[in-house]
């Protein structure tokens, strides 16, 4: 087992860790970064087939070098495909000249015994360094699902599933309403499946208003830059799509479509799964938050007076579907034909391989480390990429480099 000594080590290569050594490097941090499998794993490991970025060509941007630089003639309104994020994080490496070791997973940090210096253990190499800065993501293990859903049942978690092509034949119950498991089911539906769509709480939101994105209404109306302290609503998924030059999510159209809605799976045994009453008020919040949506526009527009076309008549609302009024409650797999489950319910981080105090008490240990704009208590640990690391935005592609040059401007001065 060879050692090394760096100064700074960033572990994770996606958005967050790319960001972070664009600001070490500008402001001449040595570093490295290590990252498990290729560069952006998870874009390529972890996503389906069809899947779209869920902003426009213009807010793909990393510091120094955006989307539409590294392509001028790429639609700024369009949605770039799979394949095209991937590669766009590839060259936005190699433009930056991030030193990037690929293959190299952490299995541990700790404090160096003796010193104040930390350490990274991978298979080949003990990394030691000043500063560490953890930007894996917050989405590492999928949340726990029931286990008694009968023999014969495919499952997967939504980040292993890629195409309808990969399910045996038969309908597919989608457990999760949030961004992945409406557009699978609205795949699976379009591919000629019968889909059975789990819903929860959630909050819905117009693809364009008033002749712009949604996402430049976010930034607009100051949402993308509200801080945990700020924010007054629910922390919920803001259903979008990008696929087919982006469109509204409505789950009404979903069920006219053909999907049959449900409320929250709360238990399952033998097959069967007990389903809560809640399906009509998870519509109900999500029509609100679409109405509230709205009016945050147009509160904007007058307050800015900006010159934007006026809203256009509001369309009338789909028939609710028949389960509203007749929810399921009890859903028997086998009756109703189902021979695959697709657990879109979310996942978690996994903070177990960090041997510091720097966790706060949960349930769930060392899933939520304590910090403050990504700093902890413990010398020289940073977090980044982490949902409300400080803002909205901070999880997303767009929000990494303001979070990356607050953090690089704490650890490059404590070498001094």
């Known amino acids: 087992m060879s050692t090394e000594r760096v100064e700074t080590i960033v572990i994770g290569g996606g958005q967050a860790g790319l960001a972070m050594s664009y600001h070490l490097g500008r402001l001449g941090g040595e570093h490295l970064v290590l990252e498990r499998g290729q560069l952006a794993e998870r874009w390529r490991g972890e996503r389906w087939d069809s899947l779209h970025f869920q902003s426009p060509n213009w807010n793909m941007n990393l510091p120094g070098w955006s989307r539409m630089t590294a392509d001028p003639r790429a639609d700024p309104d369009a949605f770039s495909p799979l394949h095209e994020v991937t590669d766009y994080i590839e060259r936005y490496a190699a433009t930056i000249r991030a030193p990037v070791r690929t293959h190299c997973a952490a299995l541990s940090v700790t404090r160096e015994p003796g010193s104040r210096a930390l350490q990274v253990q991978t298979d080949g190499t003990l ?13 590492q293990v ?28 038969g309908a597919v119950l989608v457990v999760g309403a949030g961004n992945s498991g409406v557009q699978i089911a609205e795949e699976l539906c379009r591919a000629g499946r019968r889909v ?48 087919n030059g982006g469109h509204d999510i409505d789950l009404r159209r979903l069920a006219a479509e053909g999907v049959v809605l449900i409320g929250r799976v709360k238990a399952a045994e033998d097959g069967k799964l007990a389903i809560a009453d809640d399906l009509a008020s998870s519509i109900a919040h999500g029509d609100e938050s ?30 609710d579907p028949a389960e509203l009024q007749a929810p399921i409650r009890v859903l028997d797999l086998a009756r109703a034909g189902i021979r695959s489950v697709i657990w879109a319910n979310g ?22 480390p304590v910090h403050e704009r990504g700093v902890t208590a413990e010398a020289g640990l940073y977090f980044l990429g982490l949902p409300w690391l400080h803002k909205w935005k901070s999880a997303f592609l767009f929000g990494a480099d303001e979070d990356a040059a607050h953090l690089a401007q704490h650890i490059v001065p404590r070498r001094r």
């Open 347 to 368: 996942a978690h981080a996994d903070f177990s391989w960090i041997d510091l105090p720097v966790f706060g008490q949960s349930a769930e240990p060392k899933r939520a």
């Open 142 to 169: 999928p949340r726990a699902t029931p286990s008694s859903l009968g023999g014969g049942v495919f499952e997967l978690h939504s980040t292993q599933y890629r195409n309808p092509m990969q399910l045996p034949a």
């Open 290 to 319: 679409l109405k509230a949506f709205d009016r945050r526009c147009d509160d904007t527009v007058r307050a800015q007076q900006l010159d934007l076309p006026a809203a256009g008549p509001s369309e009338d609302p789909l028939p």
């Open 127 to 139: 990394y030691v360094a000043h500063n560490i800065v953890v930007a894996t993501g917050p989405y």
């Open 196 to 243: 059975f769509l789990s819903v929860s709480s959630h909050e819905r939101i117009r693809r364009r208003y008033r002749g712009k994105d949604c996402i430049w209404w976010l930034i607009a109306t100051g949402s993308a830059d509200s801080t945990l302290r700020d924010w007054k609503g629910a922390r919920l998924s803001r259903l979008m799509t990008g696929v």
